[in-house]
């Protein structure tokens, strides 16, 4: 007998990724476990102020055929042709109109607005071919499914941090429901002068490489880059056995910027998540936390992973490697994860890896005592065969994802 359709596996394809900590998923990997920050660098803003930031190597981004060829969508590009294999096979496998195209993403060619506004306030007119179009947040979606020659479900989300991880729940929610097969799914964004300022005004960028859970912790420091995935109905197309075992979202609304500081709202997600996996928090191996390095997202996360987890299950935030990469941080941090998963596949006690944390190592005793993955950490893992995910965005939206075998 047939199970039900919302309750058969979705899988997952190799993940297209480039970002500020590799240019591939192997090279975002091995700077993973060897806590390599070499992708993070000072940049000077418009402002004139200098920020340490995850940029992506202009080397990697080539001219795309884009009505908007912006350098968001160079970033994208050079992420997807890392999965264009899987892309094609899905559409021979499925046609065309069964593959849909699910995106987060917040920056979309704000890189473009100080200079088209600046053309406008003096000379009266915008640049030609500026278009507000190419600022829409539906357009990284619509340029995927261009370029691609896709004609499924093409949707677009931005809900701040939580925007790709909210991408991959509603692929396998299409999937899950039969209006699709497959589906392009993943995130995409950049650090323009937009983002860094907005940020800075907020007080929110540390003035040096981010500190996640620290006494010391002083704020984000932003990144950029793109992490995209084809899911699907079976792993006929994705050749792996890595699945989305579970997810879970919660929208507390606190605050239109700050977290709600006893964590029930990301707790509430976890939860969520654990209960449509049908597994136990002791089951989960590994989190990817979504730790910022902010004083209040820091302890309000500490709090929810204590209160769901304890003390034991071994915990990281890789945001000192790759920055926060805002909208795409869940798909790149879910392909973190799913890297883990294949690079473990099999191992046991000595040999288990995990991304390390980069961070002072001086705990902040106001918060409950999780149990980091630090640089030189020894493991003793019996398996890792599952990993969860978190995302928290503003506005609290609480997402997270379960990966598994």
Known sequence: MNAPLGSAPVFF?????????????????????????????????????????????????QKTAARFDTRLIRIADAALRQIDD?????????GSSRVA???????NGTELSFAAHKQFVECGAFPTG?????????????????????????????????????????????????????VIAGGVDIVSDTVLLGF??????????????????????????????????????????????????????????????SGSGAANAM???????????????????????????????????????????PVSTTKPLTGHTLGAAGALEAAICYTTLVHNAGKTDADVQLPVQMWDGVRDEALPFINIVSKGTALCKEHVRICMSNSF?????????????
């Open 13 to 61: 394809s190799k993940p297209g990724v480039v970002c500020g900590a590799g240019n591939t998923v192997e090279q975002l990997w091995t700077s993973c476990i060897c806590g390599n920050q070499s992708g993070i660098d000072k940049v000077r803003s418009l402002s004139g102020k200098d920020f340490f930031v995850a940029k992506v190597s202009d080397n990697v981004l």
């Open 86 to 94: 899987v892309i094609a096979c899905a559409i021979s496998c499925y």
């Open 101 to 107: 195209v699910c995106v987060g993403s917040c920056d």
């Open 130 to 182: 500026y278009s507000l179009e190419m600022q829409g947040a539906d357009y990284p979606a619509s340029f995927i499914a261009e370029k691609y020659g896709v004609t499924g479900a093409t949707l677009a989300f931005s809900t701040a941090c939580s925007s790709s991880a909210v991408a991959i729940i509603k692929a396998a929610e299409l999937i899950k429901s039969g209006f699709a097969d497959a």
């Open 200 to 261: 800075d005004s907020l007080e929110a960028v540390a003035p040096e490489v981010t500190n996640p859970f620290s006494k010391h912790r002083r704020g984000i420091t932003l990144g950029e880059g793109a992490a995209f995935f084809v899911m699907a109905k079976d792993d006929a197309i994705t050749t792996t056995h890595i699945k989305l075992l579970g997810y879970g979202e919660s929208a507390d609304a606190h605050h239109m910027t700050s977290p709600e500081l």
């Open 271 to 313: 939860s969520a998540a654990l209960k449509r996996a049908s597994i136990n928090a002791r089951d989960i191996d590994y989190i990817n936390l979504h730790g910022t390095g902010t004083k209040f997202n820091d302890s309000m996360e500490a709090n929810a992973v204590a209160k769901v987890f304890g003390e034991n299950v």
């Open 393 to 405: 965005a503003f506005g609290g939206s609480n997402t997270c994802l379960i990966l598994g075998v």
